[in-house]
């Protein structure tokens, strides 16, 4: 009887595990402000730019995450990576 509980406890924490959100696996996209953006811009773990003429940017990060945000006006994304110098030269 022991045995079949331990098998039912085994089966049971596999199910369990099973039930995570697949999102769980996955970073989430994010919207932040201007200013933030920046500042992760400027952190370094930034691999990919995208700029809309919606004025829309979307930052890909090192880890998968997407941020999003409005530029003030088109091209400043481009004007800020390249101030940001060293960190942000691998930037495609």
């Known amino acids: ?25 996955f970073p989430q996209d994010e919207t932040v402000s201007w200013e933030e953006a ?10 990919t730019v995208v ?10 990060l090192s880890n998968g995450t997407r941020i999003t945000t409005t530029e003030p006006h088109i091209d400043d994304i481009f004007d800020e990576v390249e ?7 691998g930037i495609v």
């Open 1 to 25: 009887m022991r045995k079949h509980w331990m098998m039912l406890a085994v089966v049971l924490a596999v199910l369990l595990a099973g039930c995570g959100s697949v999102n769980d696996a």
């Open 38 to 47: 920046i500042e992760i811009l400027n952190s370094g773990e930034v691999v």
């Open 51 to 60: 700029q809309l003429h919606s004025l829309e940017v979307t930052l890909e």
């Open 83 to 89: 101030k940001c110098g060293s960190p942000c030269r």
